[in-house]
C-alpha cells in the first residue's frame, strides 16, 4: 500500500535551517510528483511548493522563493524540504503530499503523517 | 492568486442532518482542478472529492460534490458521527496552489 512517511518533529532558533524528509513505498516514485503543504496553527493550508520526482522540475511558492529548497533522492524513495532562515511564523505543520492525475482530474491522494517544526528562541 | 473563500466557518448540525459546504474561488477554476480535504485533528488532510465531483475510493456515497466556474459545493446527505471534522477546498488549476480557511462541521 501507498506510504509517505516523514522525519520527526524539530524545534529550531530563528534564522536556523530545517529539513524534513517524506519516504515514499507502495509505488514507482518517480512516476508522480510530490508537493509539500504547511499548516500554521489555526491557519489554512499553504503550499509550498512541488518536485517533478521523474525529472527534477520544480516549482516554488513566490512567498517562500529563496528560503526553500525541495530534492529527491531516487534511490533512497526519499522527498526533502529545506526551509532556511526561519522566523517564528513558519512554526507549523509540514506535510508531502503525492500528486495524482486520475483521467486529467489532478488531486493530492496520498499525504505524510506531518513533521510538527517549532521555532522558537 | 486564486482565493478560496468557504462558508459557513462553522456548521453545527446533528447526526443524520444534511450539510452543505461552499466554496468560492476569486476566479474561474476548471473543473477537474477543484477538490475537497477532511482533516481531522491531528490527522492529515484525506482526500474526499477531486474534479469538482469523482468521489475518491473508499469514500461513501453520502458526500458529492458539485459545482463550476466559481461557485463549488460539498454536501454530506446524512451525517455519520465520524464525519465532524474540518473541510477544505482546494484548487490545482494556477500557480500558486491555493486552499480554503475551511469549514468546521461541528455536533450540535
Known amino acids: 500500500q501507498v506510504q509517505l512517511v516523514q522525519s520527526g518533529a524539530e524545534v529550531k532558533k530563528p534564522g536556523a535551517s530545517v529539513k524534513v524528509s517524506c519516504k515514499a513505498s507502495g509505488y514507482t516514485f518517480t512516476n508522480y510528483a510530490m508537493h509539500w503543504v504547511r499548516q500554521a496553527p489555526g491557519q489554512r493550508l499553504e503550499w509550498m511548493g512541488w518536485i517533478n520526482v521523474g525529472n527534477g522540475n520544480l516549482k516554488y511558492s513566490q512567498k517562500l522563493q529563496g528560503r526553500v529548497t525541495i530534492t529527491r533522492d531516487t534511490s533512497a524513495s526519499t522527498v526533502y524540504m529545506e526551509l532556511r532562515s526561519l522566523r517564528s511564523e513558519d512554526t507549523a505543520v509540514y506535510y508531502c503530499?503525492?500528486?495524482?492525475?486520475?483521467?486529467?482530474?489532478?488531486?493530492?491522494?496520498?499525504w505524510g503523517q506531518g513533521t510538527q517544526v517549532t521555532v522558537s528562541s | 492568486e486564486i482565493v478560496l473563500t468557504q462558508s459557513p466557518g462553522t456548521l453545527s448540525l446533528s447526526p443524520g442532518e444534511r450539510a452543505t459546504l461552499s466554496c468560492r474561488a476569486s476566479q474561474s477554476v476548471e473543473s477537474k482542478y477543484l477538490v475537497w480535504y477532511q482533516q481531522k485533528p491531528g490527522q492529515a488532510p484525506r482526500l474526499l472529492i477531486y474534479?469538482?465531483?469523482n468521489r475518491a475510493t473508499g469514500i461513501p456515497d453520502r458526500f458529492s460534490g458539485s459545482g463550476s466556474g466559481t461557485d463549488f459545493t460539498l454536501t454530506i446527505s446524512r451525517l455519520e458521527p465520524e464525519d465532524f471534522a474540518v473541510y477544505y477546498c482546494h484548487q490545482l488549476d494556477t500557480s500558486p496552489r491555493t486552499f480554503g480557511q475551511g469549514t468546521k462541521v461541528e455536533i450540535k
Open positions: 503530499a503525492r500528486e495524482q492525475s486520475v483521467s486529467g482530474d489532478s488531486c493530492y491522494d496520498y
Open positions: 474534479g469538482t465531483s
